[in-house]
C-alpha cells in the first residue's frame, strides 16, 4: 500500500499534537535551539525535583515482572475501577508490561481493555485473535487494506495474550478511536449489506476512498464528512456493524476537518468521539450485572486526569467521573522512555523507524520534557515513581517554571520510567 503522506499527517496518524515538529525526526533546519533547564531552579521547584529523584521504587521486566515497583503497581491497579496506562507510543517494554499487568489483574474483575484504535478494527482484531492467536493478529496487520500506527509485533502479542486469556464469550477489546488508514477495508463490509436506495450514495463514498488513495492521500484526510452523511440518510435503519462503521467514518472526517481550524478543535473533537464510545461501552455493560473493570491504554496526552497537556477533557478525566459516580477510583500510569531508550516511529509507507528517545521531543519543551525530567540519571534498571507523594510540593505558582511537570503530578498516580528500553519491532 503506497502512502504519499506529509510530515503534518504522519503527526495527525500517531496520536501526536500538532505542537510536534518535525524536529523530532531530525529534519527541522529552522527549530529554536532548546534552552537548558537552570541549574538553580527556585527554592520550591528545587525540592520538588529533589523529592522526585528520591520517590522511586525498582521495577525489574522479567517474566512476570517483579519488584517492589511492580508490587505496588499490582495493588493500587487491583483496588480501581479502571487503569490506564498513558504510554510514549513505540516501545516495546510498554506492551510487555500492560500484557502482564492485565494478567494479573484479571482475578481482581478486569475483562475489558480499550486501545486507541476505531471500534470496527479493534472487533476485527480480537476476532482474529480467537482464531490463531498472535498469528491470527499478524495477519490481519498484514492485510492491504487495513493499517495502524500501532501495528507492531509487541502491540499484537500484548493484544493476543490478553484475548486468549479470556472466556470465549467475552468481548475483551474496546476499540474507542476514529479511523485513520483502514477506511477501504471498512467499506468493503458494507458492501454486501448496502439497500438499493442507498447504492448511488455508497458508489461515491468508495469512489471517494479509492481516488483519495489513488492520490496518494489517506481518505480520512482528504473531504469533509457530507460523502458519508449521504449513505446515511440514504441508509436511516442499518445493522449494528455498518451504522459502527458509517458513524466512525463520518466522524473521522469530520475530526480532521477540525484539524485544520486550530490543534485544539482537533483534539476537542477526538476526544469527543473517544468519549462518547466509552460512554455507550459502559451503558451497554450496566444490564449484565457487575460492571466489569477497564484497562485503557493510550497516548500520554489522552489518559491524563483533568486537562490533557492541549487543555482537552479527554478519556482520562471521564474514568475518574464515572468511577466516583459508585464510590471507586480511577488509577493513572504514565509510562515513559528514559537514559538510553529506543522507540519506533513511522517510517516511509508502513515501516517504522528506531529513533532515540533522548532526542525526541514531541511538544518541543526542551529540556524541560518530561522524558528529561522525571528519569533518574543515576537509575541502575527501570524505576516506578508514586506522584502522590510529591503532591503537597507541587506549589501553586510552579506552573509557570514547568506547567507539563505540575499537571503530571496532579493528573497520573504513577509513572514507569525505562532505562535502556527497545524500539518496538515491525512485523515484517
Known amino acids: 500500500m503506497g502512502m504519499k503522506i506529509n510530515r503534518r499527517d504522519l503527526l495527525f496518524a500517531s496520536g501526536f499534537s500538532l505542537l510536534a515538529c518535525a524536529r523530532a525526526f531530525g529534519h527541522d533546519t529552522d527549530a529554536v535551539p532548546e534552552s537548558p533547564q537552570s541549574q538553580t531552579p527556585p527554592g520550591p521547584a528545587a525540592r520538588l525535583l529533589e523529592a522526585l529523584q528520591g520517590n522511586r521504587l525498582p521495577l525489574t ?185 458509517l458513524r466512525t467514518l463520518e466522524e473521522s472526517l469530520a475530526i480532521s476537518v477540525a484539524a485544520g481550524t486550530s490543534n485544539w478543535a482537533y483534539a476537542q473533537r477526538r476526544a469527543q468521539w473517544s468519549r462518547n464510545n466509552l460512554a455507550t461501552r459502559l451503558k451497554e455493560e450496566q444490564g449484565r450485572g457487575s460492571p466489569p473493570k477497564v484497562m485503557l491504554k493510550f497516548g500520554y496526552n489522552h489518559m491524563i486526569r483533568g486537562a490533557s497537556y492541549v487543555n482537552v477533557f479527554d478519556l482520562g478525566a471521564m474514568t475518574d467521573e464515572v468511577a466516583a459516580l459508585s464510590g471507586e477510583r480511577a488509577f493513572h500510569i504514565l509510562v515513559l522512555p528514559g537514559p538510553g531508550s529506543r522507540q519506533a516511529v513511522l517510517g516511509a509507507g508502513r515501516s517504522f523507524v528506531s529513533v532515540s528517545s533522548d532526542e525526541f521531543d514531541e511538544f518541543r519543551t526542551g529540556d524541560q520534557r518530561l522524558t528529561r525530567v522525571l528519569p533518574n540519571a ?31 503530578i496532579y493528573g497520573y498516580d504513577a509513572a514507569v520510567i525505562w532505562k535502556g528500553a527497545h524500539a518496538s519491532s515491525s512485523l515484517k
Open 61 to 245: 521486566m522479567s517474566d512476570p515482572p517483579a519488584g517492589r515497583g511492580w508490587d505496588w503497581l499490582v495493588q493500587e491497579a487491583r483496588d480501581a475501577r479502571f487503569t490506564l496506562i498513558g504510554e510514549e507510543h513505540g516501545v516495546a517494554e510498554t506492551a510487555q508490561l500492560s500484557a502482564a499487568l492485565f494478567n494479573a489483574l484479571r482475578g481482581s474483575g478486569y475483562s475489558r481493555i480499550a486501545i486507541e484504535l476505531s471500534p470496527i478494527i479493534a472487533q476485527d482484531i480480537e476476532a482474529a485473535a480467537r482464531r490463531n492467536g498472535f498469528q491470527g493478529v499478524a495477519d490481519f496487520f498484514a492485510a492491504p487494506d487495513t493499517w495502524s500506527p500501532l501495528y507492531l509485533r509487541e502491540e499484537a502479542q500484548f493484544l493476543a495474550a490478553a484475548v486468549n486469556a479470556a472466556p470465549s464469550n467475552e468481548h475483551v477489546l474496546w476499540g474507542l478511536d476514529r479511523e485513520i488508514f483502514s477506511d477501504r477495508y471498512l467499506i468493503s463490509k458494507l458492501e454486501a449489506r448496502v439497500p438499493q436506495r442507498a447504492r448511488e450514495s455508497f458508489t461515491r463514498l468508495k469512489e471517494a476512498s479509492t481516488n483519495a488513495w489513488a492520490g496518494g492521500n489517506p481518505f480520512t484526510m482528504s473531504q469533509g464528512p457530507a460523502v458519508v452523511s449521504a449513505v446515511r440518510t440514504a441508509w436511516p435503519n442499518p445493522d449494528r456493524e455498518s451504522d459502527t462503521i
Open 378 to 408: 543515576n537509575a541502575t534498571g527501570h524505576e516506578v515513581i508514586d506522584f502522590r507523594a510529591l503532591r503537597p510540593l507541587a506549589q501553586r505558582g510552579l506552573e509557570g517554571w514547568n506547567p507539563d511537570l505540575v499537571r503530571t
